[in-house]
């Protein structure tokens, strides 16, 4: 499965993501690996959408940073 996640930062902004393994990636941003989470640490796990298709997954992430995905993601995912 893949899992496309959105994270609440320290800073209260959002972080979207995709990954396979989402418990290690939550623990990656938290644990100073990831580079644009790094100063904006804890992050907590707002929500997540499970695909069994990487593509569409990945399809997903990328429209949930575009304008229309983020009204999206604004009113119906946090």
């Known amino acids: ?39 904006k640490t804890p992050v907590h796990l707002k929500t997540y959408i499970a695909f069994s298709d990487k593509y569409k997954a990945f399809l997903f992430e990328k429209y949930l940073k575009s304008g229309s995905g983020i009204a999206f993601r604004n009113r119906h995912l946090i």
């Open 1 to 39: 499965m893949w899992f496309v996640y959105i994270l609440q930062c320290s800073d209260g902004s959002p972080y979207i993501g995709c990954t396979n393994d989402i418990e290690r990636r939550i623990h990656d941003h938290n644990s100073h690996k990831i580079h644009y989470t790094k100063d």
